[in-house]
């Protein structure tokens, strides 16, 4: 049987350089890595089904993308194979509405939400009717608990109940969240709006500007003046209610200083460099990921 330390399975070609840089800081420290691509699934199924093939760790970016994978994915419980992030995990991490209730009873501080069943189990108004959207700021924020990705599945900008209607109807499958609609103060001449990343039990922060989506990193100066102690804690209790290995969140802070929690948990984070896109991650953080998961992927040899 051949065995390596960790498969990567992907398909978006902007995964491309980041997992090239994943193969040459893991070969350069001694690991050992073996990719899987749409092209080679088959193979790959086949391979490890007969024992001729093994790995210690995969970290799958590719069934959430391509039916392709799924095999693999579903053999990888059979085999125990250690998989980043565990599948049974992500499924209930990435829904807002399903966090929503945890992260206030860990007392995260999140904006004023309110959560609506899906249209498709909760036909009539009754509900919204119920809670009133008097007491909401407006406008204010209409966005799905399950489904990502912004567009027109998100409503920045809703005053009535009407709105509301709209959204729910969009997807009507989906719950949605009411949310009060934060502005984020001006902090080093930047809005004080942050993705913060949990790679492997380390906190990492950069500035990511929601308009733009450009990530900017904060350096020794700023990082000496702005208190992460509440953001800090905020990340590690949302490791602890997720249990994923990776994962990235957003936070603003507003003019009163009050920090919150603004998009709860993002898996598979956008690894794109910035020294190449206009809105990639800073390079030296993506580094960061990859010397994590070296140190993890480490821990999790079988011999
Ligand atoms: N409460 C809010 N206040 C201000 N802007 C928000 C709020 N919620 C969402 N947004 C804006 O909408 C974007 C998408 O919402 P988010 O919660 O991040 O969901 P997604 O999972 O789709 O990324 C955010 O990046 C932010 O720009
Ligand atoms: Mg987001």
């Known amino acids: 049987m051949k065995k390596y330390n960790l498969a990567i399975a992907y398909k978006w070609i902007y995964d491309t350089d980041f997992v090239s840089l994943i193969e040459n800081i893991f070969h350069k420290n001694g690991l050992s890595t073996y990719i899987i691509h749409k092209n080679n699934t088959k193979e790959v199924y086949g391979l490890l089904k007969s024992n001729e093939l093994f790995f210690d760790v995969i970290l799958d970016r590719g069934s959430d993308e391509d039916e392709d994978f799924e095999p693999i994915a579903q053999l990888t419980k059979e085999l125990q194979i250690k998989v980043i992030n565990d599948y049974h995990l992500t499924d209930l991490a990435l829904d807002k509405s399903v966090l929503q209730p945890k992260l206030e009873k860990e007392n995260i501080l999140v904006p004023k939400t309110i959560v609506l069943p899906p249209l498709d189990e909760e036909p009539d108004d009754f509900e919204i009717d119920k809670i009133s959207l008097k007491s909401f700021t407006k406008p204010f924020i209409i966005k799905p608990g399950y489904y990502s990705g912004g567009g027109e ?48 039990g380390k906190i990492v922060h950069t500035f990511w500007d929601d308009t733009t989506h450009e990530y900017t990193e904060i350096s020794g100066y700023e990082k000496d003046n702005i208190d992460f102690t509440f953001i800090g804690e905020s990340m590690k209790k949302l490791a602890g209610i997720s249990k994923l290995d990776y994962f990235s969140s957003e936070f603003a802070i507003n003019k009163n200083d009050e920090i919150y929690l603004i998009d709860y948990i993002n898996d598979q984070c956008d690894m794109r460099f910035k020294s190449k896109h206009f809105d990639g991650v800073p390079d030296r953080i993506v580094e960061e990921f990859i010397f994590a998961m070296f140190e993890f992927v480490k821990k999790n040899i079988k011999n």
Do not use: H, M
């Not at 942050?194 to 790679?199: A, E, H, V, Y």
């Open 153 to 200: 599945s998100i409503n920045l900008n809703a005053f009535t109940i009407e709105d509301v209607k709209k959204q729910r109807a969009f997807l009507n499958d989906d719950t949605f969240l009411i949310q009060e609609k934060i502005y984020p103060k001006q902090i080093f001449g930047r809005r004080a709006w942050f993705r913060c990343f949990w790679f492997f």
